[in-house]
């Protein structure tokens, strides 16, 4: 079954590189027209637009960084201008920050992924609720990870993002959903972009990765991207308020598969 998303208008933040770029690209597929925020790489994002452009899509770049009131405000703004409003946002910028036991951990470290994870994320859902609200329809799609629900040493204020993005998530979806608007959550689990090229491209650190997925492989951007389309579409039209793992089993704990 093709998914169709011609006449959905579409923002994705952080869509440069990584998962961003490759949901971005999905959507284009599918028919949507899409908006490519990023914070500093004008070079990739200019890259990607054109990338679309030369498949038959249509695209556009939009500078912001969205743990700023002021730019996110402006980027919607841009947005209107362009496409007249929005129906899908996917909330995808994001940050893992220093890595660092809490007792050594910097407050301004903390801040940073905070700010950008989860201060960010509702900076643009709130936007984007806004125009969604009043057209009385759209969807919220929130990328959180394995790590909202699995701890993850050294990185407390990044699992504390996510955890928290779920939850501002699921209150979000139950003020939406009388007004036609969806809001979810997709959490990737370990997945080969160049935000984790240190783990997967280093032989030891690989196979210990490997250990920790049931399916035995590490994820490609396009897992995460297919079930994004389909979670913006009307096929997922009753879903709202949940999460949505694209993990190979990561959280199904595989330490345990042979018992206790």
């Given at each position: ?7 959905r ?124 609200v ?18 993850w ?6 699992t ?78 009753y ?22």
């Open positions: 079954m093709m998914i169709d998303l011609h006449g208008r579409v923002l994705v933040t952080g869509a440069s590189s990584g998962l961003g770029r490759a949901m971005a690209l999905t959507f284009a597929v599918c028919g949507a027209q899409v908006a490519l925020n990023y914070r500093s790489d004008e070079d990739e994002a200019s890259a990607l637009v054109q990338q679309i452009q030369a498949g038959g899509g249509t695209a556009v770049a939009l500078q912001a960084d969205v743990s700023d009131p002021a730019a996110v405000a402006a980027m919607f703004e841009q947005a209107d201008a362009v496409w007249g409003g929005i129906d899908i946002l996917v909330n995808n910028a994001g940050i893992d920050g220093a890595r660092a036991p809490a007792w050594e951990g910097q407050v301004p470290d903390w801040n940073d992924v905070v700010d950008i994870n989860l201060t960010g994320a509702y900076l643009c859902a709130r936007q984007a609720l806004q125009r969604m009043r057209q009385r329809s759209g969807v919220v799609l929130n990328i959180t990870s394995v790590h909202e629900r699995i701890p040493g050294g990185h407390s204020a990044y504390a993002s996510k955890a928290g993005l779920s939850m501002m998530a699921r209150s979000m979806a139950l003020e939406a959903a009388p007004h036609g608007v969806r809001v979810l959550c997709l959490a990737p689990g370990a997945i080969q972009t160049p935000i984790n090229e240190d783990v997967w491209s280093d032989p030891q650190g690989c196979e210990d990765l490997l250990q920790k997925i049931p399916m035995g492989r590490i994820g490609q951007p396009e897992d995460v991207a297919n079930v994004a389309v389909f979670l913006a579409s009307d096929l997922a039209a879903m709202t308020g949940t999460t949505v793992y694209v993990d190979g089993g990561m959280t199904n704990y595989p330490g345990f598969a042979h018992g206790g």
